[in-house]
T-cell receptor
């Protein structure tokens, strides 16, 4: 069955550093991969989508890579700020399927001053 | 635009009681979804709908029912509440984009406790 793995341990980094979060998947080959941010008590908010034919996608301080050989996506936040502290969820998905998404369990990021 | 609105925000139910979680969206999205989120378990899809009058089961549909009579509304019904249904419930919506993958827009959730 499809499996999505994100590091369950919180990632603590210092303000100004680059945060790197990992999303690994097994037993399928997604055509798309989405990243969401979730703050406590709130619903997830969409950040970025990357397609299988795109190796890298950027949006402001965010960068996502998609390595279909390694079955892995990396999510980078450069020049991190305390306001970036949140849980980040990845959702690798196949084409079609009613746009259903399966999410990883998320990684909590804490940016300290 | 309000986006996706869920009510209530919090609810405590006794075992065996029933309730309806309300969800409405004002973005004219065709697709709507119900997820539940348990600590350390991630989001699990309960039911989804690709348009008014069409619903289908997700990964964890047992104990729940849905209906979609309008584009805007997608209520989730719990008939006989059980402690295992204690969770945070999120409603989401997205537009139809053929084979592409549009993002999901989530509400802020309903925190349900069954005791």
């Amino acid at each position: 069955s499809q499996k999505i793995e994100q590091n369950s341990e919180a990632l603590n980094i210092q303000e100004g550093k680059t945060a790197t979060l990992t999303c690994n998947y097994t037993n399928y080959s997604p055509a798309y991969l989405q990243w969401y941010r979730q703050d406590p008590g709130r619903g997830p908010v969409f950040l970025l989508l990357i397609r299988e034919n795109e190796k890298e996608k950027r949006k402001e301080r965010l960068k996502v890579t998609f390595d279909t050989t390694l079955k892995q996506s990396l999510f980078h936040i450069t020049a991190s700020q305390p306001a970036d502290s949140a849980t980040y969820l990845c959702a690798p998905s196949l084409t079609g399927g009613g746009n259903k998404l399966t999410f990883g369990t998320g990684t909590q990021l804490k940016v300290e001053l | 635009n309000a986006g996706v609105t869920q009510t209530p925000k919090f609810r405590i139910l006794k075992i065996g009681q029933s309730m309806t979680l309300q969800c409405t969206q004002d973005m004219n999205h065709n697709y709507m979804y119900w997820y539940r989120q348990d600590p350390g378990m991630g989001l699990k899809l309960i039911y989804y709908s690709v348009g008014a009058g069409i619903t289908d089961k997700g990964e964890v549909p047992n104990g729940y029912n849905v209906s979609r009579s309008t584009t805007e509304d997608f209520p989730l019904r719990l008939e006989l509440a059980a402690p295992s249904q204690t969770s945070v419930y999120f409603c989401a919506s997205s537009y139809f984009a053929g084979t592409d993958k549009p993002p999901l827009h989530f509400g802020n959730g309903t925190r349900l406790t069954v005791t």
